[in-house]
């Protein structure tokens, strides 16, 4: 479409977008106005109608499917019951702006085949080149699963969702469906070690193998490409290499912070990357920092990566962290009591493949003993672990510190007694707790007898006063926290 308002036309219709906006914003979670409704461009008020420009046909379906209440409330607010709203989609899904000149891209050899994306993000692509050889088949590259490098083990079924993985899950799933189709183009999954990056995006991998036959999925790790660059130089291969990855439909490169200061690696990967996305193929990235925080990776490299989506994966809440264990639990074929599960959410925070381990642990430890699975077991198990990798802070080696320090009984501090004399070591105990853990508020309650939420913060608070004011208080617990952070 063609923009050719007088300035204070293109004003109205800014103020009317803007009023939409404002109630937009206001619905929806930040994550979301800003994947959504950000990119939005004000195009055209004729009347009653506005039109906005949106980035792809997937953002429109996708608006349409999630947000036509909230548009319609919006247009409510800016322009009244008649209001009418259409769409424009801009074709080129990879630049933000319209005018922008395609990239030209240099590379060794192009391959002639691929074809440039039209409206639909389609492009032709026979794989013609007989001579293409795979570098997975290069020398010391195992030769296990071949094809796609993909464990069909991780799949959408299994990735548990909840509030800490929602967007980027349905993310994937979006570019699982519609690959090189969606504005999500590359889509970058980052978050902490252990969060579920590989789970989800070899689901992705996954469910595009399972669906799209002749679409070549292709799932590998920074390191892994980086060996094989480098070998492929070692061994005159290059072009080789080069010509194999411009054929994948959809290439899936875990852990791009590997990359960081491999300056050769990262221009060939530059080079794969726009040949791919120029030619409508989907480029999926998972990284353990948000692209801002990649050091050592060339500016032009990360512009690419802001093309499309990116999403985090953060740190699962109590909730999805019971669902989690259930659902590990059903896997298994066992049935846990909740309240064993209770205690391992309470007491695992820290990432969800600590909290396989503790799982597996468990399991082991009752078809051993031949005991049956209940919370005495799981703190033993716990216990262990927590010996093994030498990291003593927990929950119940601070409480334990405490009731020596103070000369009082662990089922004291956990009772109901209002003595001072364990009123005060129970206040220092969840003071420790909250400054040596990662624990919630709700998860130290949980371990003092079942406290609330705000008792905890009544002790912390008492705590942080008597450090100021009693010397012997500040003292003991000084000490106490020294034993703990050596
Ligand atoms: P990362 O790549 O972020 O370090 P992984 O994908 O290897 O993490 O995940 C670690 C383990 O936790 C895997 O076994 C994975 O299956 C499991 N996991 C992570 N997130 C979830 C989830 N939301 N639901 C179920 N399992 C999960
Ligand atoms: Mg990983």
Request: proline share 3%; with cysteine.
């Amino acid at each position: 479409m063609t923009i050719l308002e007088t300035p204070k036309v293109q004003r109205d219709v800014d103020v009317v977008w803007q009023n939409c906006l404002k109630i937009i914003r206001d619905s929806i979670s930040e994550q979301s106005y800003k994947t959504w409704f950000e990119p939005i461009i004000p195009g055209k008020l004729e009347g009653k109608k506005l039109t906005i420009q949106v980035p792809s046909q997937f953002f429109y379906e996708w608006l349409e499917e999630n947000y036509v209440q909230l548009l319609r409330k919006a247009l409510d607010y800016a322009i009244g019951r008649e209001g009418m709203l259409e769409y424009s989609i801009i074709v080129d899904s990879g630049n933000q702006k319209k005018n922008e000149p395609p990239i030209s891209i240099n590379m060794p050899q192009q391959n002639p085949s691929a074809g440039r994306a039209d409206g639909n993000g389609r492009a032709d692509s026979h794989h013609t080149n007989e001579q293409v050889r795979n570098p997975f088949e290069m020398k010391d590259l195992d030769s296990l699963n071949l094809d796609s490098y993909l464990n069909p083990n991780y799949t959408f079924d299994n990735f548990v969702e909840g509030d800490c993985n929602r967007l980027a899950r349905a993310a994937g799933f979006a570019v699982a469906s519609k690959p090189g189709v969606t504005s999500f183009n590359p889509l970058m999954i980052y978050g902490g070690v252990g969060l579920g990056k590989t789970h989800l995006v070899q689901a992705i991998g996954n469910f595009m193998k399972n669906r799209a036959v002749n679409k070549f999925v292709l799932y590998v790790s920074s390191e892994k490409f980086t060996s094989q660059f480098i070998n492929a130089i070692r061994n005159n291969s290059l072009q080789d290499f080069m010509n194999f990855y411009m054929q994948v439909d959809i290439l899936i490169i875990d852990d791009v912070q590997f990359l960081s200061g491999k300056e050769k690696t990262q221009e060939t990967f530059f080079h794969i990357f726009n040949h791919l996305h120029q030619s409508g193929k989907q480029i999926v990235m998972t990284s353990d920092r948000p692209p801002r925080e990649l050091e050592g990776v060339e500016d032009r490299l990360l512009s690419r990566f802001k093309w499309g989506l990116t999403a985090d994966l953060q740190t699962p809440d109590f909730e999805t962290r019971i669902a989690i264990i259930q659902k590990k639990a059903q896997a298994e074929g066992i049935s846990i009591a909740y309240e064993v599960i209770e205690y391992l959410a309470h007491s695992i925070d820290t990432n969800v493949r600590e909290l396989e381990g503790v799982m597996i642990s468990l399991l082991a430890q009752a078809s051993l003993t031949r005991r049956d699975i209940d919370v005495e077991l799981a703190k033993s198990t716990l216990r262990h672990l927590i010996k093994d990798s030498e990291k003593e802070v927990t929950i119940d080696t601070i409480i334990e510190s405490v009731t020596e320090h103070f000369k009082v009984r662990i089922p004291d501090l956990k009772g109901k007694s209002r003595l001072r004399e364990i009123v005060l070591p129970r206040q220092i105990a969840m003071y420790l707790a909250k400054e040596l853990t990662n624990l919630s508020l709700k998860s130290i309650g949980y371990h003092f007898g079942g406290r609330d939420h705000s008792t905890v913060i009544h002790a912390i608070q008492t705590v942080n006063d008597l450090m100021d004011t009693d010397k012997d208080i500040s003292g003991a617990v000084n000490k106490l926290l020294k034993v703990f952070r050596k």
